[in-house]
């Protein structure tokens, strides 16, 4: 048991602040133990001389600790700053480069400042795992800002210390066992328990190669735990941490782009045309749902050169010899007016008792360089006289789906996810993408 009655394996109790300082474009306050450093992200749409027009941007840091950090005034770091925070802030940012892809950064500079309110130990490890949370939110920034298409986040990191005291290995030293210890050690890893920086010194003595392995084994458990406690910090944020590949879905439509980003959150990060930069307008002249699907998606594979998703789907009515069918959207006329649409709808059913219907779904898939790939999803269902619930879009107010004896409009987005024609060609759709990348495409 140590002074403040930890395990030796035991990390000290951490806290992270999101958006602490609301002028930076991303920041959080850290506290580890009696440790706490505020770090922040500020972005700059250059990138220094020895980077410009390589297509590339870079991650730099710098830190400091504030006068009253330490029990004795600490003086503030001058024009030259004092080598050990040259040290760590050099450490700072290789270890924060490891976490993102230069090259997707595009030619900006993130800077990451760490200052330290309260030194009590690991000021180093806390600044480099407060670090990644201000990068994420300052990425989050970026992609709301419409200046980054995805994320550039390929690797979530975090740092822990440890350390011999009186010889026994212990974790995350506070700064009594540290100015004593005989061991000292920075740790830095990946999500993929890869190691970034390991920094161990014999202080005292030297250490063996059994002592090593406990200290690194410590380190992967308290920087797991690290790494859970920055994703509960971040929350949705998260997500922007070593996110599945991009594909655009071709489509202005926000209802279907949500509902395609659930069905395909497993395998893609979806994102809209119009943050690829393509606006359209897309000629959708085929008779079919998978002629226009096909359209769709390689328009914006072309335009964009990157892969890309199409949907094309509709109502199909027996009574009405298939109609609305491929008109599905336009059906009154005007692009997207569902009321109108709705309303012609129920005009021609009138004195139908023929109220048979079905959903259809056609998904195209572009890849660069592949022929697209094509699936396709019906629903069953029957055309109400009058609308029922107000949710959904579309025709959903008058397709009942009878197994539930509810409307699309009237179901909750997990339910109609559940059994919609979008729902099963996505499922088609995904049974494809694993099969080609099962074949190492």
């Known amino acids: 048991m140590r002074a403040d009655g930890r395990q030796p394996d035991e990390k000290r109790p951490v806290s992270i602040e999101t958006d602490f300082v609301r ?26 001389p020895f980077l410009r027009d390589k297509g590339q941007g870079w991650i730099t840091a710098e830190y400091a600790m504030l006068p009253a950090s330490t029990t004795e005034r600490k003086k503030r770091d001058g024009i030259k700053k004092d080598g ?15 976490a993102v892809d230069l090259k997707a950064l595009g030619e900006r500079t993130i800077t ?18 407060g670090a990644m949370v201000a990068l994420t939110c300052a990425v989050d920034r970026l992609i709301r800002e419409k200046k980054l298409l995805a994320s550039p ?42 190691f970034i920086e390991l920094q161990g010194t014999g202080e005292g003595r030297a250490f063996s190669h059994d002592e090593m392995e406990m200290l690194t084994g410590y380190g992967i458990k308290g920087i797991s735990e690290l790494m859970q406690a920055q994703r509960d910090a971040l929350g ?44 359209g307008p897309i000629d959708e002249n085929a008779d079919t749902f998978a002629g226009n699907a096909a359209i769709k998606a390689e328009a914006v594979c072309a335009a964009t050169g990157l892969p890309a998703i199409g949907d094309d789907s509709g109502l199909c009515v027996d009574a009405l ?6 008109l599905s959207a336009r059906y009154a006329g005007e692009h997207g007016n569902d009321e109108a ?27 660069p360089g592949r022929e697209t790939l094509i699936a396709e999803g019906s629903c069953p269902g029957v055309i109400l006289y009058r609308r029922q619930g107000t949710g959904g879009f579309g025709y959903d107010p008058l397709f009942l789906y009878e197994p539930m004896n509810k409307t699309y409009a009237e179901m909750n987005a997990e339910e109609k996810n559940a059994v919609s024609h979008r729902a099963k060609a996505s499922e088609k759709m995904r049974q494809i993408i694993a099969e080609i990348s099962g074949q190492g495409n």
């Open 23 to 48: 002028t930076a474009y991303g920041s959080c306050l850290i506290a580890t133990g009696n440790t706490r450093v505020i770090c922040t992200a500020s972005v700059e749409e250059a990138v220094p």
């Open 84 to 98: 050990r925070s040259v040290e760590i802030q050099r450490l700072i940012g290789r270890s924060l480069r490891q």
């Open 112 to 129: 990451l400042d760490c200052d330290v309110l309260e030194a009590d130990g690991g000021t180093r490890t806390a600044s480099i795992t």
């Open 153 to 194: 986040i390929v690797h979530q990191v975090a740092a822990i210390s440890a350390g011999i005291v009186d010889d026994v290995p212990c974790l995350d030293l506070c700064y009594r066992e540290d100015s004593g210890a005989q061991v000292d050690m920075n740790i830095v890893m990946n999500e993929q328990r890869e």
């Open 236 to 279: 949705e944020r998260a997500r922007h941490i070593a996110p599945k590949p991009v594909l655009v879905a071709a489509t202005g439509n926000e209802h279907k782009l949500r509902e395609l980003q659930e069905m395909f959150r497993d395998y893609y990060t979806l994102v809209p045309m119009t943050a690829a930069g393509f606006y």
């Open 321 to 326: 010899d298939g109609e609305p069918g491929v």
């Open 341 to 367: 649409n709705n309303d012609l709808l129920l005009s021609r059913m009138e004195g139908r008792e023929d109220r048979a219907a079905k959903f259809m779904c056609a998904l195209a898939l572009k890849l």
